[in-house]
Nanobody, 115 residues
Framework: QVQLVESGGGLVQPGGSLRLSCAASGTLFSIYAMGWYRQAPGKERDLVASITNDRRTNYADSVKGRFTISRDNAKNTAYLQMNSLKPEDTAVYYC?????????WGQGTQVTVSS
């Protein structure tokens, strides 16, 4: 089993920045990628960014150039640096870890971008 704990969400003004963290624990040998999804009220959960064990990254078009995903393998932690935040970035952000057997999800952290 893998446990994921997100932190770093909150309220920020448009144009501001936040950094989300996702600490992974448990049986991690099978994990080959980690990522961030988000879900706004009334909408589906969508991919924001992902990163593989060899640090290949993938981003949603809507966040390219503004968000950066990274990971610290020694700390088993993934990060999402979010800059130039917009009101449409408001959502619950979920960390995920992908293994050959299943996907694991964190509990989510709220990000609200508002003046």
């Amino acid at each position: 089993q893998v446990q994921l704990v997100e932190s770093g969400g909150g309220l920020v003004q448009p144009g501001g920045s936040l950094r989300l963290s996702c600490a992974a624990s448990g049986t991690l040998f099978s994990i080959y990628a980690m990522g961030w999804y988000r879900q706004a009220p009334g909408k589906e959960r969508d991919l924001v960014a992902s990163i593989t064990n060899d640090r290949r990254t993938n981003y949603a078009d809507s966040v390219k150039g503004r968000f950066t995903i990274s990971r610290d393998n020694a700390k088993n932690t993934a990060y999402l640096q979010m800059n130039s935040l917009k009101p449409e970035d408001t959502a619950v952000y979920y960390c995920t870890a992908h293994s050959a057997y299943r996907d694991y999800w964190g509990q989510g952290t709220q990000v609200t971008v508002s003046s």
